[in-house]
């Protein structure tokens, strides 16, 4: 294997990363051998990553957890045996670890340990917009929050030498721009870190049961006062002062993370960023209170810039109080920017502008723009969801009427719209289960109640809602989308596949037998090509038919996954053609499966496949009502 920039050992060597790849690299620079955590957009390619580095650094000890809760669990053992470790997490999926999280922090780090939560202003691909510098709040773990890859790479690194000195667990936030920008990091040394690592069989600190923790907690809190007492020398904090004014008032502003660089932007763009004072913050929580207090006896009026919650501004609040200052000095924040969203490089010039008051007039629009119109996600061509969804309608339809569809979190969602419009809840992950477990109870009979998930979301989270339904009698039908993979995300492997992170094999977990271990039924289990049509609608229908709890398993490889498949064993996938004599222009093809290989001329009212985008799945020969689509052989 060829290596690739990131991978080199060469300290001082500049190389253009990914953010994912920056806070990788932190990690192998920093000497961690354990690296644990579940795919989630924006974090997923830290720990990918790492797997490609594992080629050349065999140190490295990783996995796709099962869950988020069980990564950070299996980095915090890690923790306990001396070792540095490393659970890597999209936003939400702090909320699954933190059960154990809000506990270890009790009883802190032995070995540096780091949860990264990657969070997701703007829900580019999320279900929420938390913010989880919160989470370090609640816990008493100090926060750091990094604004440039170059800084994440070499904040990561430091957060273990942290963690070590302080046994303290380190929380560090990034979001999407940061993970998925790109920027200069410059390598540094890579760290060997020579120790014994072995348990360390001390009860009093690991076995949080009451008494322990009592005392447990007390130690949180001394640790957390002596991280407040170092805050104000933390390497990557820094105060910029200012003496000068602009139309009679000083000027202060405090960032951390992305909005950092955007607000030095916008200051050289109106030519002030030598007359303000800038409070840049690594380390959000605690915050350092002497440099809070130098900025506040320089300056007569601050603007926090942050993404979503008011976090760093209620701080600045608090502390303003407590020093006797709310009168004297006004802090603002969520006044000026919302509390939603990412901030685009335009509303930085415009607030700023307005809360000098600078003269600033709107860029015109180039009347020349390219407009591109708005499209909705959908799912690929040959989608082996799109065949189940479909299914699902058609049963719907013989038995005139209306299912309650209770769906989860994957590639699947996006049947939500419009030709399938398969889905009528989409909460979290597992909760498509968990939620039919409620609406089955009250729900009237004649509305059977089907709850559908992929197979990563089915191991991740679905197990214990599926156990619930069999031990409370609570009727369903779980409808498993095994597609071999967790596609939406990237294509990660899972139980179900056995393939490890690094692409060696593991144990693969058969689904059905766990679903028989899971209480259900050998009868009320049902196993089916998704791509077999004709066949999934009738067991389809004889599940639906069935009482009590049911699961049918939908398979077929992710058809991504199965034409680069074909294509490496040169495999050329079967010809789908429209014959046009038979064609009527019923349009069922089109507007009831909905796949986009298919198109329609409007003038000759025929349907035709654009062989370009056809995987040649050949559900759409069982849709088509006329026999009109065919394989050419
Ligand atoms: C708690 C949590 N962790 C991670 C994610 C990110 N995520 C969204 S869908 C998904 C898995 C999808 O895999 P699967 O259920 O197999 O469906 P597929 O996309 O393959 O159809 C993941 C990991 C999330 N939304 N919530």
């Not at 407040?228 to 009679?248: M, P, T, V």
């Amino acid at each position: 294997m060829s290596r690739l920039d990131f991978t080199e050992d060469e300290p001082g060597k500049k190389v253009i990363m990914l953010g994912n790849e920056a806070l990788a690299r932190g990690i192998l620079e920093a000497g961690v051998i354990v690296g644990a955590g579940y795919p989630g957009t924006p974090s997923s390619e830290i720990l990918s990553t790492l797997a490609i580095m594992k080629n050349f650094y065999p140190h490295l000890k990783l996995e796709w957890s099962i869950n988020e809760k069980v990564g950070f669990e299996t980095a915090y053992g890690a923790s306990m045996c001396d070792v540095r470790a490393v659970a890597c997490m999209k936003h939400v999926g702090v909320n699954v670890a933190s059960d154990a999280f809000m506990t270890a922090c009790y009883a802190g780090a032995r070995g540096g340990m780091v949860l990264i939560s990657a969070d997701d202003p703007n829900l580019y691909s999320s279900q929420n917009e938390q913010d989880n510098r919160y989470f370090g709040l609640h816990a008493l773990v100090p926060v750091f929050e990094p604004s440039t890859p170059q800084e994440a790479k070499d904040m990561l690194k430091y957060a273990f030498d942290f963690s070590e000195q302080f046994q303290s667990l380190v929380l560090f936030r990034t979001t999407t721009r940061l993970n998925h920008g790109r920027g200069d990091v410059t390598l540094g040394n890579i760290a060997q870190i020579d120790r014994d690592y072995s348990f360390d069989w001390d009860r009093s600190r690991w076995v949080c049961l009451p008494s322990h923790s009592r005392v447990l907690r007390m130690r949180l809190l001394e640790r957390l006062e002596l991280i407040s007492e170092s805050a104000d020398e933390f390497q990557f904090n820094s105060l910029k002062l200012s003496d000068e004014k602009i139309n009679g008032t000083k000027y202060g502003f405090v960032t951390a993370g992305i909005p950092h660089g955007h607000l030095i932007d916008a200051l050289n763009y109106f030519g002030i960023f030598e007359k303000v004072s800038i409070l840049k913050l690594g380390l959000v929580y605690p915050p350092p209170k002497k440099l809070i207090k130098k900025l506040y006896d320089n300056v007569d009026e601050i603007l926090t810039i942050e993404e979503l919650e008011p976090f760093i501004e209620n701080i600045l609040k608090q502390i303003a109080y407590e020093e006797g200052l709310s009168k004297e000095i006004s802090i603002h924040g969520k006044d000026f920017f919302p509390q939603n969203g990412e901030f685009s490089a335009e509303l930085y010039l415009e607030i700023i502008s307005d809360f000098i008051g600078l003269e600033y007039k709107r860029n015109p629009v180039p009347k020349k723009m390219l407009i591109i119109p708005p499209r909705l996600p959908i799912l690929c061509p040959g989608c082996s969801h799109r065949a189940t969804f479909y299914a699902i309608k058609q049963v719907e339809k013989k038995k005139k009427t209306k299912f309650v569809n209770s769906s989860d979190i994957g590639c699947y969602t996006l049947a939500v719209y419009k030709p399938l419009e398969g889905l009528d809840t989409e909460v979290c992950m597992g909760g498509s289960i968990g939620l039919a477990n409620g609406i089955t109870k009250v729900q009237p009979k004649e509305n059977p109640v089907l709850a559908i998930l992929g197979d990563s979301t089915f191991f991740h989270s679905g197990i214990p809602a599926l156990i619930n339904a069999v031990y409370n009698q609570n009727d369903m039908l779980v409808i498993i989308l095994d597609n071999r993979s967790t596609s939406m995300t990237g294509f990660q492997e899972n139980a179900g596949t056995g393939i490890k992170i690094d692409r060696t094999p593991g144990t693969r977990v058969i689904l059905e037998d766990l679903v028989k271990g899971c209480g259900v039924k050998q009868e009320n289990i049902w196993i089916q090509d998704s791509n077999e049509l004709n066949e999934l609608i009738t067991k389809l229908e004889e599940a639906v038919d069935r009482k009590g709890v049911r699961v049918l398993i939908s398979r077929h490889t992710c058809s991504l996954i199965e034409v680069n498949q074909m294509r490496a064993q040169e495999i050329t996938p079967p010809k789908i053609i429209v014959d046009q004599e038979k064609c009527i222009g019923c349009l069922i093809c089109v507007n009831r499966f909905g796949c986009p290989a298919i198109n329609f001329d409007e003038d000759l009212k025929k349907a035709s496949i654009d062989q370009n985008v056809c995987r040649g799945c050949k559900v759409c020969i069982e849709v088509c009502p006329q026999q009109a689509i065919i394989e050419e052989l």
